[in-house]
């Protein structure tokens, strides 16, 4: 799938993709996705899309929405800021998600 818009802001780009359909909103727990209570393997997601964000003078402002597909449909999304490292797991299981998303553009 290829990128056809970019929203202005982080904001945008949440409300935007909401209304497509990416109403769950995960965080990354190790090797897991986990949204409303419930746990999801992350290998069965695949990115969609994602956009990227710079602060225009501080660090801290930096981001990447994530829209996730699972390979039964389900969609949703998963923002995680630059710099910020939970842990090594969940750090590689990102590693993971964007190879499949280079591969797929490949």
Do not use: C, N, W
Request: aromatic share 12%; net charge negative.
């Amino acid at each position: 799938m290829k990128q056809q818009f970019h929203y202005a802001t982080i904001t945008e780009a949440i409300t935007q993709l909401h209304k497509q359909g990416y109403t769950l909103d995960f965080d990354l727990k190790k090797d897991k996705l986990t949204a409303d209570g419930k746990d999801y393997p992350a290998d069965d997601f695949e990115i969609a899309d994602l956009y990227r964000y710079e602060g225009a003078s501080d660090p801290a402002d930096e981001a990447t929405v994530y829209a996730l597909v699972s390979k039964s449909g389900l969609k949703g999304l998963l923002v995680s800021g630059y710099g910020v490292s939970s842990d090594s797991a969940s750090e590689e299981t990102l590693k993971q998600l964007h190879y499949k998303y280079q591969e797929s553009k490949a």
